[in-house]
């Protein structure tokens, strides 16, 4: 039998709000428990909400950046149900009326191709607050600081149909709501937080079959790991006679496996209602074209551009606009020295190199776009070779100066192009080598270029490895020859 | 002292007649006599209120002193009070302080009026008779045996004793018009937007509207003033400009077209409460008003639709009541739905969990689109009922309720008593304003004449109100309660 996987993402993203979707308290993470929740976050008798623009704002910016229909009217309704970290005893949300309608996202797979994922609707609501299991001698902890932080759950058609096709589109989705700047999309500490709906069917069934849902599932790893062992456990429940039940699961990264999170109550009726407490969101065009004029370029049309405009290849276009700061940093750099392809080089490979080896964001490099920029400037125009280049970046990366040319002036890594100067270089190593002069003239011409690779070594010593490396080359063969 | 109007009142401390003290330790002492009967008060602030007193006085003397400076009045126990208990009449919130003020509290404490406590209420304002409190029942004091109306009864009750000569109320099927009406005073609910809700204990949220009640419109016109207007921190609000509301209370009333909704003079009114209503059409005739009848047709589906929608709202709006981070919880919960239900369930008391049951029901899966959405839509056509006669007409008039005053135990059927509002409830789905004003007796018992006008024409109400009260006496009557407790 063959199967099919199918699978659908619905996606948490805490928008980068400085105050909550309905009160004015900080969404700041990681202070003490309990002292960013205000009145109205704590349910309190008496208050109301009260809703945050900059929210409906980074909604319709996601909308228009997935070429979303943008809902006109959209509306606010409870999701009644009971919990300790849901202070009202309903959480707000959009359920008739979401604020951004159908739209799509195109994913790279790692063959190169493409595909497009469909997005059925993302809408706005608040989060909860946490609920901590551990520490209270059996009981648990509420922290409310957390409730009431602006949502965007952004909910996909059942379009993806592998591990790596989920991973991708999580990928795209991150890295948009990243450009954007809103969301700093930062899984680990929540900011992200992924649903996966999982189901097999036979190959050919046109019909679905029973999914299971793996709820608040937080790293691209995580997700792909889910999704292999739901794929293998529907299978196989299925081959032994079993039907798969629709419920939700929960993904043990340390097991490697998801688990039921069923109980024996039925599944809740949330009651949706409009709030009466929120006006409807009413969106007009020209809040709509404002918005979209401050719309930053984004991810694919950087990636599209860095090719056919730069001429990178499509890996390195893909790997420099994967980031917002990554694509601005490559930017800068070209920039400054005006070569696309030697930016990329220098931006891909001793920069990140430097930057992974140090567990540093791009965001935190102590080498600038600029530096960087001015230094492959001076590798461009012959000032330094590759090897002083290098050294040049190690000394920008330990702060021992602000600019390249202090640099190079300070370590005299000026390269030397002088052709006497070369020539006079060359002489004297010829005249201290002897042996391996002689060693040239008696070898077949076949193993002479070979033993070149000494004389250029000698003459990069003697010139503290600022002789320009192709002209000493070329002399020192014409020289050797004419030895002959 | 008691049994002057706030104007009046006002006036006095103005001409330095009465110091505020004096005017706030006259009531305290009128409340400590005599509301051992009556039951009006949860809470007297008597110590924070004689502070405020003294503060008023020195502010008059430095030349501070705003129109109702010193005046004292109580609040409903619905509105959070800083610092003080606010029950909102129930076991659930008996043990509640709230940490802040409702925009009202706020805007009526800057206006210098002092508090004197918190008034008895029907619990989260779900009653028309105020029999349904966790701390008791509230009598009227035109008639130890009758009830003095809901859920705003203690506020009512209060103002016709002359315990204090003005107190906020709520209303969101009639709450504050009802009570008004059973105990001989004035009572207003503004339109749907014009007071901010922030602060106010949420029971119905797209009817909830406070409101002043007192003994004149003149006194009503005052508060308003105050009370009303723009406020940020609730979203339903109306961001408009708040008028001088006693500018135009003398404005002529030759011309005013008066309709009578022949919907609200048919079965079941009492006749006495009829002929009341009628002769004070009659009066408003004679001051150059015409009448005609009109017709609102959809009156009879007004109590159906609103026991749909205001209950499916109290359902979530009470569901933060759980005993998690305030209010009653229970003793050594065993788990999470034992501390639920057991707190919830020793916390609200009969009518409350009706009505959470009646509203879950009505949103729940396979129900909602025949119940919710369905009353959602007729609630349209009630609203459209108004803005249609109010196309022919300025004012509407008609009958606060159907009889005066009943017994206390009289209605024990819930039904029946939800067919007590019959005349105040479809205002509520409407969003328009609405005032009661006192027209008469039916043995011994208060009748009240209930003016309607389209949203927002507060000040067109006040004035033809204030004019009835230029032109009878009904407003001025006390009862006998009030001279033997003096």
């Known amino acids: 039998m063959q199967w099919e996987t199918v699978i659908g993402l619905e996606v948490h993203v805490q928008l980068a709000t400085r105050s909550k979707i309905f009160s004015g308290a900080s969404t700041a993470f990681g202070a003490e428990p309990n002292t960013q929740a205000c009145a109205v976050d704590l349910g309190l008798p008496g208050v109301l909400p009260v809703l945050n623009e900059q929210a409906v704002a980074m909604a319709v910016q996601f909308g228009l950046a997935v070429h979303a229909d943008i809902t006109e009217v959209s509306i606010f309704d409870r999701k009644n149900y009971f919990y300790p970290d849901l202070p009202k005893g309903y959480q707000t949300s959009q359920m008739y009326h979401p604020i951004v309608g159908p739209g799509d996202v195109e994913i790279t797979l790692d063959d190169g191709t493409t595909k497009r994922i469909r997005i059925h609707h993302a809408h706005l609501e608040e989060d909860a607050g946490k609920s901590l299991h551990e520490d209270f001698q059996g009981m648990t902890g509420i922290d409310l600081n957390r409730a009431g932080t602006p949502l965007l759950e952004i909910v996909s058609e059942p379009d993806m149909r592998n591990a790596k096709e989920a991973a991708a589109y999580l990928k795209a989705i991150h890295s948009i709501v990243t450009y954007l700047g809103i969301s700093d999309g930062n899984m680990a500490e929540g900011s992200m937080r992924c649903d996966v709906n999982v189901s097999v069917r036979p190959k050919g069934q046109e019909a679905f079959g029973t999914r299971a849902e793996v709820k608040n599932v937080n790293s691209f790893r995580f997700v792909e790991r889910a999704i292999a062992y739901e794929v293998e456990r529907q299978i196989e429940l299925i081959e032994d006679g079993g039907t798969v039940v629709q419920e939700t699961r929960l993904f043990d990264p340390d097991r490697d496996e998801t688990r039921s999170m069923r109980t024996k109550e039925e599944a809740n009726d949330y009651r949706y209602f409009p709030c009466p407490d929120l006006l409807p969101v009413v969106l007009d065009q020209a809040y709509l074209d404002h918005l979209r004029n401050q719309l930053p370029e984004l991810p694919a049309d950087k990636r599209a551009r860095f090719e056919s405009e730069l001429g990178l290849s499509a890996y390195d276009a893909s790997v420099l606009s994967a980031s917002r700061e990554m694509a601005e940093f490559f930017e800068e750099v070209h920039q400054v020295c005006g070569d696309a392809k030697q930016a990329a080089n220098w931006v891909q490979g001793e920069l990140s190199g430097a930057l992974n080896r140090e567990s540093l964001s791009i965001q935190n490099s102590p080498v600038s776009a600029r530096q960087l920029g001015e230094l492959v400037s001076r590798v461009l125009d012959d000032t330094i070779n590759g090897k002083a280049a290098k050294q040049v970046f190690q000394a920008l990366w330990n702060g021992q100066g602000k600019h390249a040319d202090d640099i190079i002036e300070a370590k005299g890594l000026k390269q030397v192009t002088d052709t006497g100067a070369i020539e006079a270089m060359i002489d004297q190593v010829i005249a201290e080598s002897p042996a391996q002069v002689a060693q040239y003239r008696d070898s077949e011409p076949e193993k002479r270029g070979k033993m070149i690779g000494y004389f250029v070594g000698q003459v990069m010593k003697a010139s503290r490895g600022t002789a320009n490396p192709q002209q000493v080359n070329g002399v020192l063969k014409d020289k050797l020859d004419a030895l002959l | ?486």
């Open chain 2, 1 to 486: 002292m008691h049994d002057k109007t706030v104007t009046q009142l006002a006036a006095a401390l103005k001409s330095g007649e009465l110091s505020s003290r004096e005017l706030t330790s006259h009531f305290l002492q009128r409340i400590e006599k005599a509301d051992g009967k009556l039951n009006s008060f949860i809470t007297v602030t008597a110590e924070q209120a004689l502070a405020k007193a003294e503060a008023a006085d020195k502010a008059r003397a430095a030349g501070n002193a705003e129109p109702l400076t010193g005046i004292p009045l109580a609040l409903k126990d619905i509105f959070c009070t800083q610092g003080v208990k606010t029950s909102c009449g129930s076991k659930m919130l008996d043990n509640f302080i709230a940490p802040y003020d409702a925009t009202v509290v706020e805007k009526l404490s800057a206006a210098g009026t002092i508090s004197l406590g918190k008034t008895n209420m029907d619990e989260f304002a779900m009653g028309s008779s105020n029999e349904n409190s966790y701390y008791g029942a509230v009598k009227n004091p035109w008639d130890l045996s009758a009830v003095p109306g809901g859920s705003s009864g203690g506020s009512a009750a209060a103002v016709a004793a002359g315990l204090i000569p003005a107190a906020m109320g709520t209303d969101t099927g009639g709450s504050i018009r009802q009570p008004a009406a059973f105990c001989g005073i004035t009572g207003l609910k503004p339109t749907y937007g014009r007071v901010s809700r922030y602060g106010i204990i949420a029971y119905a949220s797209s009817l909830d509207q406070a409101g002043p009640m007192a003994r004149s419109a003149e006194d009503c016109a005052h508060l308003l003033n105050v009370i009303a207007g723009h406020d940020v921190r609730d979203s339903t609000s109306m961001a408009r400009g708040v008028p001088d509301y006693t500018e135009t209370l003398n404005a002529p009333l030759s011309g005013l077209k008066i309709g009578l909704p022949k919907e609200y003079f048919g079965d079941g009114l009492d006749p006495e409460v009829e002929k009341a209503v009628r002769d004070a059409v009659k009066v408003y005739e004679s001051l150059g008003a015409t009448v005609r009848e009109v017709s609102l047709p959809h009156t009879h589906y007004a109590i159906p639709a609103y026991y749909v929608i205001a209950p499916a709202e109290a359902s979530s709006n009470l569901s933060r009541y759980d005993g998690v981070r305030f209010g009653h919880r229970c003793d050594d919960p065993t788990d999470l739905i034992d501390l639920y239900t057991r707190s919830r369930a020793e916390g609200f008391g009969e009518e409350v969990k009706r009505r959470i049951l009646i509203g879950t029901h009505t949103l729940s899966e396979g129900f909602f689109d025949a119940y919710y959405t369905k009353a959602q839509k007729v609630r349209r056509l009630i609203r459209q009922d108004f803005l249609d006669a109010f196309q022919e007409v300025d004012v509407l008039m008609g009958p606060a309720s159907p009889t005066p005053a009943f017994d206390l135990g009289a209605k024990k059927d819930p039904v029946s008593m939800y067919l007590q509002d019959i005349y105040t409830i479809a205002v509520n789905l409407a969003g328009i304003p609405g005032i009661s004003v006192p027209a008469g007796f039916a043995g011994g018992r208060p009748i009240g004449l209930q003016i309607l006008g389209t949203h927002f024409a507060e000040a067109q109400l006040l004035n033809v109100a204030h004019q009835f009260q230029q032109a009878t006496d009904w407003h001025l009557k006390l009862p006998a309660f009030a001279e033997e407790n003096a």
